[in-house]
């Protein structure tokens, strides 16, 4: 398992599935040379034969009062997702023998409502879909649900339902701020009302991207769009505002598709970042470098 420490806080990835993917299966462009134009972090983020790994994971931000999740990947015995159908993982004994059962989770932050997102809001129990988290109040922004209620979406249906009849979701803004540090922040264009999360901790801040990029070619190249890109205009603002608010500032930039290291830095070529800038082939370009290990 990997975890980083932002200040006082502490953030576990929680990995569900890794899938090898091609380019255009995730990404709109027919470039085939994209990803090997750059250096990257590690090899599953650009193999040899053009494809690259999508990893589907969840990540539990613990700030000692606080126990949070953020998104909660595909889920099992789903019959009818795009891909990872009928999951039988063990992502949530996982997540317990990490020392966070489901009922110790307070918070629960869906970045966007696709279903690699929010699978396991709910577990199929006695043949009925029922709460995972069932003390934990489930963070929906307004924008997104107004975007999606009306939707025939099987799974949205039963990721979001028993919830609803629960009582444990909360519609909120797209600048809502959950506490003890960490905050939601605006990432429309993947959709509408999707968020990044801020985490800050003793003048350390770390950023999960939810779907703003599947990969880090895109902060780089922000005009790559995505194929589940709902608004792509909008999606590539997204990512250049992004990139102008966290490059050169020592933000831990958390990928919720990247496969390991998951996490790195945005540096800008020539810029305030050292090592790996001036000289390494990016004119003028932001490129993501694995985290230096400093925490
Ligand atoms: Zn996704």
Redesign the pocket.
């Known amino acids: 398992m990997t975890a980083w420490r932002i200040g006082t806080t502490v953030i576990h990835k929680v990995l569900e599935a890794e899938i090898a993917v091609s380019l255009p299966e995730v990404l709109r462009t027919d470039d085939s040379a994209l990803l090997a134009r750059y250096p990257w972090p590690a090899p599953d983020f650009g193999r040899a034969d053009g494809t690259f790994v999508l990893s589907v994971h969840g990540l539990v931000v613990d700030t000692g009062a606080r126990r949070m999740l953020v998104d909660t990947c595909v889920g099992n015995a789903r019959p009818s997702v795009p891909f990872l159908r009928m999951l039988d993982s063990a992502w949530l004994e996982d997540l317990a023998d990490l020392g966070y059962p489901p009922e110790s989770i307070d918070t629960v932050v869906c970045t966007h409502l696709?279903f690699?997102?929010i699978g396991w809001n709910t577990r199929l129990v006695d043949g009925k879909w029922v709460p995972t988290f069932p003390r934990a109040r489930h963070l929906v922004t307004r924008v997104e649900w107004d975007h999606r209620a009306d939707d025939a979406d099987a799974d949205l249906h039963d990721t979001m339902q028993p919830l609803i009849d629960a009582g444990l979701v909360d519609f909120v803004g797209n600048d809502h701020r959950v506490g003890d540090g960490v905050r939601l922040e605006a990432a429309p264009g993947h959709t509408p009302g999707q968020v990044a999360v801020v985490i800050e901790s003793g003048g350390e801040r770390a950023v999960i991207t939810g779907?703003l990029v599947h990969h880090p070619v895109q902060f780089t190249e922000p005009d790559v769009v995505g194929l589940a890109d709902a608004d792509a205009v909008q999606a590539a603002a997204t990512r250049r505002a992004f990139v102008d608010r966290y490059a050169d500032t020592g933000t831990l930039v958390i990928g919720?598709?990247f496969p390991a290291p998951t996490a790195g830095l945005l540096r800008r070529a020539g810029g305030a970042g050292g090592a790996g800038g001036a000289g390494d082939g990016v004119d003028g370009g932001v490129r993501f470098v694995a985290d230096d290990g400093r925490r």
């Open positions: 696709h690699d997102h779907d919720t598709h």
